[in-house]
């Protein structure tokens, strides 16, 4: 990579730092261990006899309603919608103390870092980080859906303020990263606009929830 490469990105207006994107492997396998431990504790929206079900599960601004189906063994069939072919996955362990679950998928074992912070899934694929929560049948209408306010998606320390007052940020462009139970997790913007307010700097403690930028957005034409 030369720099004039690096230049002519910025002049086509090219976004240099993307974002990872979370693989279907990755959406199958957090859809097992949704499954588990629904399974595992008394559901509210489901009754214990239901052995299929619909999942609707967000990563970052994407939304997708996988169907699980759950058997012995802790084998789920995973389709990555109610409509497609389902998937294999079987939930050989998982070690919530040390962030660790061992999985089959179509009968190729491997082992992934699977932390749970409150409702939110982290799993970490390839070095990458990825949140993964349940959308609610009740969606939230405040602030934390407000893509002109970024809040810190968990409590932890903020490593990384890659953006200032006035500069364009596109959608799904890196942010912030805050660390918490030393993995490093990234804040990207939800939609196009310009950074009104940082409110973060590196070494600073936060809560979830806090208010680390507020940008104002794009209008639409």
């Given amino acids: ?55 609707p599960l967000q990563q970052d601004s994407v939304k997708r309603t996988l169907r699980v189906s759950a058997a012995s063994g802790g084998v789920y069939r995973v389709a990555m919608s ?3 072919a389902p ?18 998928l179509d009968g190729v074992q491997r082992r992934v870092r699977a932390v749970w912070l409150g409702d939110t899934l982290n799993l970490v694929i390839e070095a990458a980080v990825f949140p993964f929560s349940e959308v609610s049948a009740w ?11 970024a809040l810190a998606p968990v409590a932890g320390t903020v490593t990384q303020v890659l953006v200032q007052a006035g500069d364009t940020v596109t959608e799904g462009q890196p942010l912030v990263a805050i660390e918490a139970m030393k993995m490093e997790m990234w804040l990207n913007a939800q939609a196009p606009g310009v950074i009104k307010a940082v409110y973060a700097k590196a070494g600073d403690q936060v809560q979830a929830k806090t208010l680390l930028i507020d940008i104002e957005l ?4």
């Fill in 82 to 84: 109610p409509q497609a």
């Fill in 139 to 149: 969606p939230d209408a405040g602030n934390a859906l407000d893509p002109s306010r």
């Fill in 1 to 55: 990579m030369t720099t004039t490469l690096i230049d002519q990105w910025q002049t086509d207006g090219d976004p240099i730092l993307q974002a990872p994107v979370a693989s279907d492997e990755a959406w199958l396998i957090a859809g097992a261990l949704f499954g588990a431990r629904q399974q595992g504790t008394a559901h509210l929206l489901r009754a214990d006899s239901v052995s299929a079900w619909d999942l």
């Fill in 87 to 104: 998937l294999t996955v079987q939930l050989l362990s998982e070690d919530a103390t040390r962030g660790e679950a061992r999985i089959e």
């Fill in 218 to 221: 794009n209008k639409e034409d």
